[in-house]
């Protein structure tokens, strides 16, 4: 049972555009939203994370927007740059344990 | 990169055969973790720890047992590797982020193909 979807699958985005990456989950019972940012050949890396008693998160380019009612939430980064070109999961915490999106692949073009 | 190693870090198998990965942390956390990740299907949990001899299963626990006998280290085993066991195996621990919650911090991976 996926309890976190994620979408787009891929994304590209011209650079100086914003990108946009959408999460919903089931399980209400989460407490903790964070995004992680992979490189090939390289592990997951936290890039932010929210609380749901807070409706957004901004830290430089990047923001969390977080919607509790519809239980959604998602990544905006701003200025999008090819040094952002990455897979980035969203995931879910519930007991110590996180719950991953399937991932979405950005390409920031030229 | 909080401290995390994974040994070996690339391992070619045959099927049937028993595959050891090892996580080493440096600083003392508690909870560790073991992930596979597969294209289309994110990361899922394979196993967890939350001590010295604690441990629970995950989400796609079949075919793999763990063990952890010291703080720092935690040991995946595939009994009897099979083909569908080719995957990229990644340990996480849990930790204090800068912004005052906890999350997970992982480790570089380990690239397994079982043949």
């Known amino acids: 049972q996926q309890q976190v979807k994620q979408s787009p699958q891929s994304l590209i985005v011209q650079k100086g555009g914003i990108s946009i990456i959408n999460c919903a989950y089931e399980?209400?019972?989460?407490?903790?939203f964070p995004w992680y940012q992979q490189f090939p050949g390289k592990g997951p890396a936290l890039l932010i994370a929210i609380r749901p008693d807070v409706s957004e998160k901004k830290e430089g380019r990047f923001t969390i927007s977080f919607n509790k009612s519809a239980k959604q939430f998602s990544l905006h980064i701003m200025d999008s740059q090819p040094g952002d070109s990455a897979t980035y999961f969203c995931?879910?915490?519930?007991?110590?344990?996180?719950?991953f999106g399937t991932g979405t692949r950005l390409t920031i073009i030229p | 990169d909080a401290g995390i190693t994974q040994s070996p870090r690339h391992k070619v198998t045959e099927t049937g055969t028993p595959v050891t990965l090892r996580c080493h942390q440096t600083?003392?956390?508690?909870?560790m973790y073991w992930y596979r990740q597969d294209p289309g299907h994110g990361l899922r949990l394979i196993h967890y720890?939350?001590?010295?001899?604690?441990?629970d299963k995950g989400e796609v626990s079949d075919g793999y047992s763990v063990s952890r006998s010291k703080t720092e280290d935690f040991l995946l085993t595939l009994e009897s590797a099979t083909s569908s066991q080719t995957s990229v195996y990644f340990c996480a621990i849990s930790a204090a982020t800068s912004g005052g919650g906890e999350t997970q911090y992982f480790g570089p991976g380990t690239r397994l193909l079982v043949l």
């Open positions: 720890s939350y001590g010295v001899k604690d441990t």
């Open positions: 995931a879910a915490r519930v007991n110590e344990k996180l719950t």
């Open positions: 600083e003392n956390h508690r909870y």
């Open positions: 399980n209400t019972a989460f407490d903790y």
